[in-house]
């Protein structure tokens, strides 16, 4: 049984967005015939730095007001994220920071359709100019999906267009090593 109650999370000041990792290969040479490659991935600090702190906070915050003792990691939610005062960058990236940090805190299972079926996000200003952070909402509810809006699907099925056909992809076996 799902207890119907919102928890309520604010993660002060600016949100990182949630950046795409780089990699760089490195060449390793031990000696003159044999030679590695290893791939070094490199994250940006900043929101390296934010995402932890984040991680910490969205966790104290849980364990500060689960007093109906909800299960963890909740598995099925709807969310909301209001991103107030001033904030810049990718409001898709945004929300990726946030939903992984909520996912790392161990406060939710994972950030899939699955698990959550409704969620959002938005971006508001504050009465006071000082007040700048990130507020999460997150309501338990229970894993059924809505069904599709009779209009939307007679709409949708009135559509002509096909998607395209995309190529197979490939069988091979992840180890590529040929013995001879």
């Not at 079926?117 to 971006?123: A, D, N, S």
Request: proline share 8%.
């Amino acid at each position: 049984m799902i207890v119907n109650t919102q928890l309520t999370f604010w993660l002060p000041g600016k949100c990182s967005p949630k950046v795409r990792p780089r990699a760089s290969v490195i060449n390793q040479s031990h000696s003159a015939t044999i030679k590695k490659t290893k791939a070094h991935v490199y994250n940006c600090p900043r929101y390296k730095a934010w995402k932890n702190w984040a991680i910490c906070s969205l966790y104290r915050q849980f364990l500060n007001q689960n007093k109906s003792n909800h299960q963890i990691p909740l598995e099925h939610i709807e969310i909301l994220i209001v991103f107030v005062g001033k904030h810049r960058g990718d409001g898709e990236n945004m929300v990726g920071a946030v939903l992984d940090s909520a996912v790392q805190a161990n406060i939710i299972t994972d950030d899939c359709l699955k698990n959550i079926p409704t969620g959002c996000w938005e971006h508001r200003c504050a009465s006071n100019p000082k007040i700048t952070g990130t507020l999460v909402l997150i309501n338990p509810i229970n894993p059924t999906l809505k069904k599709l809006n009779p209009v939307w699907e007679k709409w949708i099925l009135s559509q002509t267009e096909e998607p395209p056909t995309l190529p197979k992809s490939s069988s091979r076996p992840k180890n590529n090593r040929q013995v001879s």
